[in-house]
């Protein structure tokens, strides 16, 4: 291979092209710096005290914009049925390689530290950083992991259905509930008491809801994991 | 009752179906169609009592996310609504012929879609309509290429990367209005949104026209649109053409009249929309598949709503709505028509036409092309004829040469398909069909005649919905 | 001598300039790449810029995480927004490219291209 290569008109074209873009985009945001706005941040950090938890990210997350969580678990969803759909399985699983010494016996090793580990995130949430997203992502590598070093196992599709299927009707029943109660969707109908601000049982349905946030994305991320990895086709 | 159950009930249906699968394999497209009817008679519900309110979610806005139900957002949503029930109606009894494989995914993924489009119409918070601009998105992608076969698979990954890029333009340009103003509630940002240094302003405008640019199916950025038309199956091109469009739409222009009152960029929008139009009907004149070339139709009927609403003044959005509705009902008869001639001669080629032996279903498919066409005594006439009003009141004479020269160009291709249904005379067997599908398909034909003849029925109405838009009540 | 590193209009300027650095690579991969993973792969990197961005214009050199006790005084604390945006934007990004990674493995499975030119099968 020469050390004189071409260069293509399609990658000259396309350098020139983003890199105008990009200085552009440079100049306008170096010229017109953000000066001290208040942000609706703000607001919702002076909201937090009486109406939240300690952890004012999870507050966030969960309350004062739990709706698009809501959106997001739908998304998480329809993309783990999408996947399900295109990769689903007529034939047995097909990894033909099976894992060291060392993988089978660090994976038992690690599994159960790693669930654990996982649903403290998931619990703790609302106190320190963490909470269900990445808790649920936690459980999910450790089910990754049994899956790589054992290459027969496989994660009973009804559980993970059935672990799906509670948490995400619970998550808009709990929703529901709030409209019944006083009129305004996911309401925090357990009013929190600030006595308990800090506490594990604080915040009225916050935790809960993010716990099942956690499971939801748990078993979904599970399934996505689980149908990626032992596809019929192996090309 | 509360326009949050728009959204949360069929979000509760689709994690609820593995329950409904114990009751029975007919359950869930059950279930589904009695929601959409339910949904549909809250939207009729909301119109007669109140007509305007606003919806909390969590907490008060403008720190929390809220529903603003106006009269302009009720008329999309009980379009989307009816849309979605006929859809589901005139599914139920196709589906006892030819099913979409793993049904209940299939429901899922509509009532999803309807759920997203509604609250993408809705909602008050411009992050909110990004996650629901994302959910309408991934179920239309799945949608797409719900067959897997190759070339709906092809549609799917095509529409998939370019939804992907525009919703990262999309992001950006929330980030900015995050950086620079402060806050996700439309109607804050609406007040500080003229304040903004005037390089910021234009930054974020063309962040959010590239990244709804994708979505509205406006030129350049439309060159998706047909293949992803061609790749997947009819009746999901209905959808497609009646409510995912439509949706974005609305919320590109409510934001555009939200953001710039003035109508900075009003004149640049007009000429890409008619631009847009004629490139649309340029490129549909070559055409020999008929869901291409119906494709290409519904890019020209885009871009001239786009026209339209780009207009910025009272009567042309009137005009726009017009059309939004007549388009959606045609685009509905055309492509419920075009399945059961696919599933009958598995061809989609025009040329298929000619051996189309069912005289019901030619004269729908007529009549939906005379509407689309803008024939007086149609739908589509009422729109096309206040559109050019208005651009001749605001003297903008290329602009109406161009829509008119592409009425003519689209006027050339369907009179060419109309010739194909009426003119041949080596017909197949008699192609049946049963009488919940007539029943339908002429519910539409005459909502498009009634529409036509008798327009002053809904004028007032969406005179009074387009006031309202252009106020920019958010 | 890395004082100078730690006023915020350097900081500022820092992660303005890294983070669109990080968008040209992206879009220069979007513009010319071909194969159906590369494209996902510069997207991916394009939407990571934007979240960098995001969350480093908002950064707040001598305020903390927000996880407040009762009578906390809120000026001292980050702004939690943007956290949670992203916290959001991230999840929907990965659900969309688990998607479109399935779609492509489906794709190559019955037509064996992974080039997005010659995806043409809809065009004679």
Known sequence: ?235 | MSSVLFVALPLLFGFSTPILGYFGKNAVAYVSTLMQLFLLYLGFDLLLNEGFSIELISIAPPLGISFVVTKVSLLFVLLFTSVMTLFSLYYLSYRSEKPYRDESKFFILINMLLAASIGLVLSSDIFNIYVFFEIAGISAYILSAYEKSSSALEAGIKYLITGAVASIFLIFAIVLIYIYIGSLNLGIIAQHFELLPFQIKLLISILLLIGFGFKVEIFPLNFWVSDVYQGSSTLVNALFSAIVVKAYLFVFFHLLYLFLPHGEFSLFLIYLGAFSMLAAEVAGLRQSHLKRLFAYSSLGQVALVFTAFALQNTQAIQAALFIVLAHSVAKMGIFFALALIEKEHESMESETLKSLNSPFLRVILLISMLSLLGIPLFAGFVGKLLVLKSLALEGMLPIIMMIILASLIEAVYYFKLAGYMFTSDKRRDVLKVTWAHKTILAFLSLLLLIIGMAPFLLSEYLFEASKLMLGGVS | MFEFFNSPEVINIIVIIGSMLLFFVGLFGLLTQKHIIKIFMSIAIMETAVYLFFIGSLFKLDAIAPIMKVADDTSKFNDPIPHAMILTAIVIAMAVFALGVSFAIEYYKLSGKTNIDTMNEMRH
């Open chain 1, 1 to 235: 291979m020469s050390i004189k290569r071409s260069l293509s008109t399609l990658t000259l074209s396309g350098f020139t092209l983003s890199a105008l873009l990009i200085l552009s985009f440079i100049n306008i945001l170096l010229q017109n710096v953000a000066t001290n706005i208040e942000r609706a941040g703000d607001g919702l950090l002076k909201l937090n005290s009486s109406e939240g938890v300690a952890n004012v990210v999870t507050t966030v997350v969960v309350y004062f914009r739990g709706f698009d969580t809501l959106g997001e678990i739908a998304v998480l969803f329809i993309a783990s049925l999408g996947v399900g759909l295109m990769l689903e399985r007529n034939t047995e699983c097909t990894i033909k390689v099976q894992s060291n010494f060392m993988l089978q016996s660090a994976s038992k090793l690690l599994f159960p530290i790693i669930i654990i580990f996982g649903l403290y995130v998931m619990i703790y949430g609302h106190l320190s950083p963490g909470g269900g997203f990445q808790g649920g992502v936690l459980v999910a590598s450790a089910v990754l992991l049994l899956l790589i070093s054992n290459k027969d196992l496989e994660v009973p599709h009804a559980v993970i259905s059935a672990l799906e299927t509670l948490a995400g009707v619970s998550y808009v029943l709990i929703g529901l509930m709030g409209l019944l109660l006083s009129d305004v969707f996911l309401f925090n109908f357990l009013s929190p008491n600030i006595a308990d601000f800090g506490l594990l049982l604080s915040g009225g349905i916050i935790p809960i809801v993010y716990i099942i946030v956690g499971i939801k994305v748990g078993s979904e991320m599970g399934f996505i994991v689980q149908n990626l990895l032992k596809r019929s086709d192996d090309v």
